[in-house]
T-cell receptor
Framework: GESVGLHLPTLSVQEGDNSIINCAYSNSASDYFIWYKQESGKGPQFIIDIRSNMDKRQGQRVTVLLNKTVKHLSLQIAATQPGDSAVYFCAENGAHYAGNMLTFGGGTRLMVKP | DAGVTQSPTHLIKTRGQQVTLRCSPISGHKSVSWYQQVLGQGPQFIFQYYEKEERGRGNFPDRFSARQFPNYSSELNVNALLLGDSALYLC??????????????FGPGTRLLVL
């Protein structure tokens, strides 16, 4: 079936630097994408979303970029802080095929060094 | 406002037993979805319910079942537990059916250990 995946399993950055987490998706019909942050022992926390009619969306310290040509999604975190340390998942809303479900990638662990 | 709540937080069962997990969505949300998250992996979709009707089902055996109540809370049942059912079970709610692209908000999960 269609899937959403991530390029890097672990990303280590220095506090204050910018972080970029990447994600590839395979369903060209996907039109809604979400980034979640999951801290140890907790459920995924919504960060930011983007629809396919946009190529960029900004939030507080976070930016999501969507490149539909190469089916690539990225999450940029500005001025990374220790509290940003977590596993980050991209997810695709699979509403266009059976299930009306979110399809998650395997996750990228972000480690922030003080 | 309270977020999605789940109970219990932790559960230990033995093989062959049955388990019921509970979820209360965010107030005003009518859609509840269930996911299974095995350690080290992303969540896998199990069910979606909207207005008490099943709207989607993932690739899970018939041992997994769920229902949604008039107050939009939901239960996930798993029969004949296997060791491989050990996982974090997540509940997510959204205001509408996911067909239009709805943000899902997750609860803290129930960690199930099958011995």
């Amino acid at each position: 079936g269609e899937s959403v995946g991530l390029h890097l399993p672990t990303l280590s950055v220095q506090e204050g630097d910018n972080s970029i987490i990447n994600c590839a998706y395979s369903n060209s019909a996907s039109d809604y994408f979400i980034w979640y942050k999951q801290e140890s022992g907790k459920g995924p926390q919504f960060i930011i979303d983007i629809r396919s009619n946009m190529d960029k969306r900004q939030g507080q310290r976070v930016t999501v970029l969507l490149n539909k040509t190469v089916k690539h999604l990225s999450l940029q975190i500005a001025a990374t802080q220790p509290g940003d340390s977590a596993v980050y998942f991209c997810a695709e809303n699979g509403a266009h095929y059976a299930g009306n479900m979110l399809t998650f990638g395997g996750g990228t662990r972000l480690m922030v060094k003080p | 406002d309270a977020g999605v709540t789940q109970s219990p937080t932790h559960l230990i069962k033995t093989r062959g037993q049955q388990v019921t997990l509970r979820c209360s969505p965010i107030s005003g949300h009518k859609s509840v979805s269930w996911y299974q998250q095995v350690l080290g992996q992303g969540p896998q979709f199990i069910f979606q319910y909207y207005e008490k009707e099943e709207r989607g089902r993932g690739n899970f055996p018939d041992r997994f079942s769920a229902r949604q109540f008039p107050n939009y809370s939901s239960e996930l049942n798993v029969n004949a537990l296997l060791l491989g059912d050990s996982a974090l079970y997540l509940c997510a709610s959204s205001f509408q059916d996911l067909a239009g692209g709805e943000t899902q908000y997750f609860g803290p999960g129930t960690r199930l250990l099958v011995l």
